[in-house]
């Protein structure tokens, strides 16, 4: 069966198989024992992290297990999604405590990526609300990994893109809500450092985002639009606002170029004529704007896209952003609208992405001049002492990884220590140096 990432590139042809228990997750592992294989869970990653000629599927292993009602303590299989925990525990007052820009990712990929959402400045990662989770090792054994048992297994797993094994149920905390609306407070910056001053100011937030133009130059360099965000206090408990729309078919690339983004960017930033504009909104808009269109990746037609995103150290961030955003406004590739988030600290986990200060994450449309463009702002992340996204990445080259992942031994080392190594394997961890 032929299988992508969420940026339609590369395409692989893979032998799936998809088990309906643990157990007989086991049994598919001791029949593929001369071949390396991956975890899958929705296939949101964009790049190759979750693509190889052999793949395990959790799309079976979606049970809802167990529920404490005091603690808020959901225990489920891997597969489940986001959002069939949003549908099942928002009208009865939980929250998912960390989230995604998309409910549609497993919670299996989630661990694995160490997804941060628009709290990360205040909460950390998932796996900060990760209570524990059981993994299928090479051997076929399945261990209890939590921050007291095998504490170097949790701690490479999650953040470990499926290099340990597979993940099959986890336990995780959910926070408890009083409404599902979001109060949001938009502010207009006019540029990157205004943009910036708002998010220090209002550190505090329970949650904040800004988008940006990334097509916007000179004194309106990062110019965006700032939204703060904290659940309502008053509201229902309704976990749908309303059917999401779709793109039928792809849309032909020349339909996007830097006059139409241009021209899409300005609407966007202008449609606000009041800064600050308080507003009541259902969380679904407000987290995942993008849910709302189902396909949304067609938009950038049959050779796909990729999603560029770095992180930079607080101290280098405002200098490091700006270089990279003239940069990107100088090419003329840039796409609808920037993510610009403030990160809190670094976790203990061996190659989770987040490092205290800010990351940025922007799609380009895949085209061969693209990848001079991407090496050159690799280069500047690097000097600024930032990384990129693995769950966002389909192409950095090993030296990069190595170079801005320096956990990167002890993570290879776990792996050997629980025989993970040429057991479980990617596209992403055979470019990556870590087969
Ligand atoms: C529109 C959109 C917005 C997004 N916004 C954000 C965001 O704001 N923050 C953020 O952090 N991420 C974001 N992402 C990325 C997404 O959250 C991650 O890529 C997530 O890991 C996808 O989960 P999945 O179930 O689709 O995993 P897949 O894409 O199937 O797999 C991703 C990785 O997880 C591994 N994996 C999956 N299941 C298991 C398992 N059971 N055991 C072991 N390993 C496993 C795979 O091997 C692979 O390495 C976004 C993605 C999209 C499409």
């Known amino acids: 069966m032929l299988i992508h990432g969420w940026g339609r590139h590369p395409v692989v042809d893979a032998e799936i198989r998809a088990p309906l228990t643990p157990t007989s997750a086991?049994?598919?592992?001791?029949?593929?024992?001369?071949?390396?294989?991956?975890?899958?869970?929705?296939?949101?990653?964009?790049?190759?992290?979750?693509?190889?000629?052999?793949?395990?599927?959790t799309a079976y292993l979606n049970l809802l297990l167990d529920f404490d009602r005091e603690s808020g303590i959901v225990r489920c299989g891997a597969?489940?999604?986001?959002?069939?925990?949003?549908?099942?525990?928002?009208p009865q007052g939980w929250f998912l405590p960390v989230t995604p820009g998309t409910k549609f990712v497993s919670v299996g990929g989630a661990i694995a990526s160490d997804v941060h959402g628009k709290n990360h400045h205040l909460d950390g990662c998932f796996s900060e609300f990760v209570e524990r989770f059981s993994l299928l090792l090479a051997s076929g054994e399945i261990v209890t990994c939590s921050r007291s048992e095998h504490s170097d297994l949790f701690h490479a797993t999650c953040g470990g893109m499926g290099l340990t094994g597979i993940i099959l149920e986890a336990s995780l905390r959910l926070k408890p809500i009083r409404s599902a609306m979001i109060d949001q407070t938009t502010f207009k910056a006019q540029?990157?450092?205004?943009?910036?001053?708002?998010?220090?100011?209002?550190?505090?937030?329970e949650y904040s985002v800004a988008?940006?133009?990334?097509?916007?130059?000179?004194?309106?360099?990062?110019?965006?639009?700032?939204?703060?965000?904290?659940?309502?206090?008053?509201?229902?408990?309704?976990?749908?606002?309303?059917?999401?729309?779709?793109?039928?078919v792809d849309m032909p690339a020349p339909l996007l170029n830097r006059f139409s983004i241009g021209a899409f960017n300005a609407l966007y930033f202008h449609r606000i004529r009041r800064s600050p504009l308080a507003q009541q909104v259902h969380y679904e808009p407000y987290f995942y704007p993008?849910?709302?269109?189902?396909?949304?990746?067609?938009?950038?037609?049959?050779?796909?896209?990729?999603?560029?995103?770095?992180?930079?150290?607080?101290?280098?961030?405002?200098?490091?952003?700006?270089?990279?955003?003239?940069?990107?406004?100088?090419?003329?590739?840039?796409?609808?609208?920037?993510?610009?988030?403030?990160?809190?600290?670094?976790?203990?986990?061996?190659?989770?992405?987040?490092?205290?200060?800010?990351?940025l994450a922007l799609d380009f449309k895949l085209e061969e001049a693209l990848f001079p463009l991407l090496e050159e702002l690799d280069a500047i992340?690097?000097?600024?002492?930032?990384?990129?996204?693995?769950t966002k990445d389909v192409r950095m080259s090993e030296a990069t990884f190595k170079r801005s992942y320096p956990r990167w031994e002890a993570f290879q080392e776990t792996r050997i220590r629980y025989g993970a190594q040429g057991r479980f394997a990617s596209r992403q961890s055979q470019r990556l140096g870590m087969d």
């Open 26 to 57: 086991t049994s598919v592992l001791s029949e593929c024992k001369d071949v390396p294989l991956i975890a899958r869970g929705m296939g949101r990653s964009y790049g190759d992290s979750s693509l190889a000629s052999h793949v395990i599927s």
């Open 79 to 90: 597969g489940v999604t986001l959002a069939e925990l949003l549908d099942a525990f928002v």
């Open 191 to 205: 540029n990157l450092a205004e943009a910036i001053e708002l998010f220090e100011k209002h550190h505090d937030a």
């Open 211 to 248: 988008w940006i133009d990334c097509l916007a130059t000179g004194n309106a360099l990062g110019r965006s639009l700032v939204m703060l965000g904290r659940h309502s206090g008053s509201g229902n408990l309704s976990a749908r606002s309303k059917r999401p729309m779709s793109v039928p």
């Open 290 to 359: 993008l849910d709302g269109i189902h396909h949304w990746n067609r938009m950038y037609g049959k050779r796909g896209f990729t999603q560029y995103q770095f992180a930079l150290p607080k101290a280098a961030g405002m200098e490091g952003m700006a270089t990279i955003l003239k940069r990107i406004a100088a090419s003329g590739r840039g796409s609808f609208l920037a993510v610009l988030k403030a990160f809190g600290k670094e976790n203990a986990n061996l190659l989770s992405f987040p490092i205290e200060g800010y990351t």
């Open 381 to 390: 992340v690097l000097d600024h002492g930032g990384r990129l996204y693995l």
